[in-house]
């Protein structure tokens, strides 16, 4: 059975930052790109952040770019996205998603198999 476990989110005020972590199990870790993406209420689920099976090449939504990056430890199972400089449009769940590894990192939600249940993150100002 395949689980993505997503831990780290929290409330914060404008400026701060937060690490999110999300564990796999039940797959080979190493072969699957790994996302982040998130859905704010009463909108489509938006890309994030996405990396390769081996953590060398990443990409990043326009929206932050420069202010988040995600990492990932094969060793662990789990990959990261420290956000800094949170501002409240920031605010939503954030879920990670796995897809088995591709020619090229994509940002589209249908590409990806497995899913996490998600984990708030709230930015006041």
């Known amino acids: 059975q395949v689980q993505l476990v997503e831990s780290g989110g929290g409330s914060v005020q404008a400026g701060e930052s937060l690490r999110l972590s999300c564990t796999v199990s039940?797959?080979?870790?190493?072969?699957?790109?790994m996302g982040w993406f998130r859905q704010a209420p009463g909108k489509e689920r938006e890309f994030v952040a996405a990396t390769d099976m081996i953590g060398v090449v990443t990409d990043y939504g326009n929206s932050v770019t420069g202010r988040f990056t995600m990492s990932r430890d094969n060793a662990k199972n789990t990959v990261f996205l420290q956000m800094n400089s949170l501002k409240p449009e920031d605010t939503a769940v954030y879920y990670c998603?796995?897809?088995?590894?591709?020619?090229?990192?994509?940002?589209?939600?249908?590409?990806?198999?497995?899913w996490g249940q998600g984990t708030q993150v709230t930015v006041s100002s």
């Open positions: 998603a796995a897809r088995f590894f591709g020619l090229r990192l994509t940002p589209e939600v249908l590409d990806y198999q497995y």
């Open positions: 039940g797959l080979t870790f190493n072969v699957y790109d």
